[in-house]
């Protein structure tokens, strides 16, 4: 089903495949201004980094929400380095007197939490990227091509479809709708396929996979679920086209909701590949060649855009288990 991909959020790596690409810094700017007002929101480090150096007032003004945001972030971070050292120290002043299991505790959770705000204060600080900045996971923001009137732009939208006319409940309801079946384009997605149709760019997939799955077995005599994460990469090395579809959705008059701009990944049955590490889904890479027929479904019957999605590119998917 697509658990995280590795999404690739550089516009330079855009520009290069589609030449032309433009940055919508309006709906950048939009959402960035919808993390500063809700900062549970998550977006790939990398997609901020498409801002790095700003080239104008609009683009400084999104500059400004990052680096607001990450100011903010690293103050929430200090303030639990600085409660977690004092309840470390407590534990520690305890332990001295009489060993207890409460204090043993104390000292634990105190420890682990300490080297979690101090990684993330690091990566606040850190320049470089890494490739763990470029995971996204459902209910996430990435980048995804589109084309809006003859143009191809590129939008932040969130990694969980709500599609348009729909309830907001609908995130709840259908946690799994950052998937789009094939099989179901033309029912659940009725109101996106054909009519609303994105890419985003990934170097490698994650996929939840039970061990069981994975070793071609059933579970034994009172054997619990185990799960396990598997990282695919395409073997030839390359960055993959991946067909999407996307809702802008608009609140009913009277709501307090704002507009969303969402989108999920097209997935189909697996190659044989994915299916013997145990998953049984896998996202659909697009032909270069397909892409702007993709992009433009309106010209399209739902045959032939499901022909695009049958001729698509087909690397081998090497896996191992996720770090």
Same mark, same amino acid.
């Given at each position: 089903m697509c658990y995280s991909a590795e999404v690739r959020a550089d516009y330079a790596a855009f520009q290069r495949l589609f030449p032309g690409t433009r940055v919508s810094i309006k709906d950048f700017f939009a959402a960035y201004w919808r993390r500063k007002q809700q900062p549970m929101l998550r977006f790939p480090r990398a997609m901020d980094a498409l801002f790095a150096n700003p080239a104008s007032e609009e683009e400084r003004a999104v500059k400004a929400l990052i680096d607001e945001f990450n100011v903010t972030q690293a103050m929430v971070h200090?303030?639990?380095?600085?409660?977690?050292?004092v309840r470390l120290v407590d534990a520690d002043r305890k332990l001295l007197v009489k060993e207890t299991k409460k204090a043993l505790t104390d000292k634990r959770v105190a420890t682990d939490k300490i080297a979690?705000?101090?990684?993330?204060?690091?990566d606040l600080k850190r320049v470089e990227l890494k490739p763990r900045d470029s995971r996204i996971f459902p209910g996430w923001y990435a980048p995804v091509l589109v084309m809006d009137e003859g143009e191809l732009v590129l939008k932040p939208m969130?990694?969980?479809?709500?599609?348009?006319?729909?309830?907001a409940f609908y995130d709840t309801k259908y946690p799994g709708i950052y998937n789009a079946r094939r099989d179901n384009l033309r029912n659940f997605w009725k109101g996106?396929?054909?009519?609303?149709?994105?890419?985003m760019i990934v170097n490698g997939f994650y996929e939840n996979v039970k061990v069981h799955d994975r070793e071609h077995r059933a579970?034994?005599?009172?054997?619990?679920? !185990? $799960? #396990?994460?598997?990282?695919?990469?395409p073997r030839p090395t390359q960055d993959m086209l991946i067909a999407c579809v996307y809702s802008h959705w608009t609140p009913p008059e009277?709501?307090?909701e704002e507009a969303l701009w969402s989108f999920a990944a097209v997935t189909d049955e697996p190659p044989p590949e994915v299916a013997d590490a145990g998953h049984d889904r896998c996202i659909i890479q697009l032909r270069p !060649? $397909? #892409?702007?027929?993709?992009?433009?479904?309106?010209?399209?019957?739902?045959?032939?855009l499901d022909e695009i999605l049958e001729d698509k590119e087909r690397p081998?998917?090497?896996?191992?288990?996720?770090?």
């Open positions: 200090e303030q639990t380095l600085f409660a977690q050292r979690n705000a101090l990684a993330k204060i690091d969130r990694y969980l479809c709500r599609p348009a006319g729909k309830p996106q396929f054909g009519r609303t149709h994105g890419l579970l034994r005599p009172g054997e619990e679920p !185990e $799960n #396990v994460v598997l990282e695919f990469r009277g709501s307090d !060649e $397909n #892409v702007e027929a993709w992009l433009t479904p309106q010209a399209r019957s739902l045959d032939q081998y998917y090497e896996h191992r288990l996720a770090a």
